[in-house]
């Protein structure tokens, strides 16, 4: 037995075994071959291997998310089939007498230059799919499989650090737990673990050997440790707190269906976040009130092009379907910074988290932002939805959104189409100038979402994603707690709600504080809704209002 340990960012046991996770990225060197047939026969069944991968990867697409968001994967087996490349990797491997992957990567490289540089913005978009299909055909060649999970079981997935566009892949199913070795406690990782309520630990030096895939291992998300092939004894001692925790995840349960209530009358909304549609479920068997943060960005983060607003107003309308008239809030896109899709072609920056992100994205790119707009106006017609806009700091910033709006609106009068003439239109208060501004900014709008993740960061001037800064990275520090309570008073002086969606909001032990504060909601990972609501209902508000 070998014990690894880190910072636990969710908390619970899992046992199972470990799957170590390689990134996609491949290093190729130039190796020179003597027999270049043998190497275009590599080619050949790599391409075979490629093809395989990318039809189980359309019809899981076409389970998921439908025909149209499964088409991708059709159009890159046409590619991996594309005379022009096997040509032009075939001549490479003749001419020069090297091996399969540096024909490969060369003919990669040249063919996203010469897409990237095309006058048609539909073919410069196709130069991130030749990347893909490289990466794929490279991947096959060193038989380093896919990048995704290669088990039929439920696994711990070890990683050195997951980008939110490599977990957005990742079959859910499958997870049993995250480790790495990075990442921070604010990373998206960490955020997904919550929303799959899954143990995970961040910071924890878990050698990434191939001699570890398919080791019996226990993550115990409670004290952050990663026992590998645990000795009998602590199997048996974790397996007992598994059935106690299982006892007490059934405790909880009885506590669907009642009211989010205190013992002295206030209430308040509890909602869930989520990432995609495939969380609907865990917002249902949670009992959430609604969902008070659906981090649309997720949706282009999965998708190799700008998704069409045919593609996101299906995703929107399936998650108003599902939650049946309760309030759905929909983030418009919050790209940038650590969230970061190639096709947006956004300019390498010395300072991302202060960069070109999220609003400023939607305000300099209007057709992106009106897309997304029309998606989802159209999909509040199929039931209770909201907007809510990310990053914002300032008054015109709020005005030109809702000229914008209007605008999307008055088109889709002209056309005929009906959405909710009505919809609520909040802002994500994360920066400290919209903290400042709270008053002039809650007379423009419906409600504020505190983005706690981001407001934390900027206050405190410590990046979230630095695992470095962990130490300093006081979530309850008495600047964060006294803006909370600006915001909630600034909203309710101007007649809008105020909730928070950040993860400070489903921290238990500022519950009680919260509610004493005004709060109207609290949304939280789908996990932490009734633990939540079971402070609530034991919670006597006068006695915390200083
Ligand atoms: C936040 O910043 O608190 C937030 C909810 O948004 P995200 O974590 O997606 O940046
Ligand atoms: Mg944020």
Redesign the pocket.
């Known amino acids: 037995m070998v014990i690894y340990e880190g910072k636990a960012v969710f908390e619970g046991i899992a046992i199972g075994k470990l799957n170590i996770y390689q990134k996609k990225e491949q290093s190729v060197k130039r190796v020179k071959v003597d027999d270049t047939e043998a190497e275009k026969k590599r080619y050949a069944d790599a391409r075979e291997v490629a093809i395989d991968e990318l039809k189980a990867l359309y019809e899981k697409a076409v389970k998921e998310v439908g025909e149209s968001g499964a088409e991708i994967f059709e159009a890159h087996q046409l590619m991996v089939d594309d005379e022009d490349y096997i040509e032009s990797a075939e001549s490479i491997i003749e001419t020069e007498g090297v091996n399969a992957e540096y024909a490969v990567a060369q003919t990669g490289d040249n063919f996203y230059k010469m897409f990237s540089e095309m006058e048609e913005e539909y073919f410069r978009g196709r130069a991130a799919d030749i990347k893909d299909i490289t990466e794929r055909i490279l991947n096959a060649l060193s038989g380093a499989g896919s990048g995704g999970i290669v088990s039929d079981e439920p696994v711990i997935v070890v990683a050195d650090d997951l980008a939110p566009s490599e977990t957005v892949q990742m079959d859910k199913d499958k997870i049993l737990s995250f480790v790495t070795v990075h990442g921070s406690a ?1 990373s ?1 990782t960490s ?1 997904l673990a919550k929303t799959m309520s899954i143990p995970a630990i961040i910071g924890c030096p878990v050698p990434l050997s191939e001699e570890l895939n398919g080791k019996l291992a226990i993550v115990d998300g409670n004290e952050g440790k990663v026992y590998v092939e645990p000795d009998e004894e602590i199997l048996a001692a974790k397996k007992k707190l598994v059935l106690e925790e299982d006892e007490k995840k059934k405790l909880l349960e009885e506590l669907k269906g009642k009211d989010n209530v205190t013992l002295d009358g206030q209430k308040i909304n509890l909602y869930a ?1 989520i990432g995609n549609t495939k969380d609907l479920g865990l917002v249902l068997k949670n009992d959430a009130g609604g969902i008070g ?1 659906f ?1 649309s ?1 997720f949706i282009y983060l999965g998708s190799d092009d700008y998704p069409t607003e045919d593609e996101q107003f299906a995703i929107y309308k399936q998650v108003a379907q599902t939650l049946a008239g309760k309030k759905v809030i929909i ?1 418009t896109l ?1 790209i940038g ?3 970061q899709a190639d096709y947006f072609k956004l300019p390498k920056e010395e300072n991302p988290a202060m960069g070109l992100r ?1 609003i400023r994205i939607c305000l300099t790119r209007p057709e992106v932002f009106k897309t997304q707009l029309r998606a989802i106006l159209r999909a509040s017609a199929f039931g209770k939805i909201s907007i809510m806009f ?2 914002i700091i300032s008054l015109g910033e709020v005005k030109r959104i809702k000229e914008i709006v209007a605008e999307v609106k008055a088109e889709l009068d002209a056309d005929g189409i009906s959405y909710d003439k009505d919809i609520e239109l909040g802002i ?1 208060i ?1 920066t400290p100038a919209a903290v400042m501004i709270a008053d002039e900014l809650a007379k423009e709008v419906d409600f504020f ?9 900027y206050t405190l001037a410590i990046d ?1 994603q630095n695992q470095s800064l962990d130490e300093f990275y006081d979530p309850h520090h008495p600047a964060v707690m006294r803006m909370l309570k600006m915001i909630v008073d600034a909203a309710h002086r101007h007649g809008a709600w105020a909730g ?5 909001g489903a921290d238990l032990s500022l519950t009680k504080e919260f509610l004493a504060m005004g709060y109207d909601e609290l ?1 939280v990972s789908p996990g932490r809704i009734l633990p939540i609501r079971k402070i609530v209902l034991e919670t006597n508000v006068s006695e915390y209002k200083g």
């Open positions: 604010n998206h955020i976040n943060l981090r960005e983030r919050d910074a650590d969230k999220a990310p990053m994500m994360e979402s505190v983005g706690t993740n981001d407001l934390t960061q979230r928070i969606c950040g993860e400070l949304s």
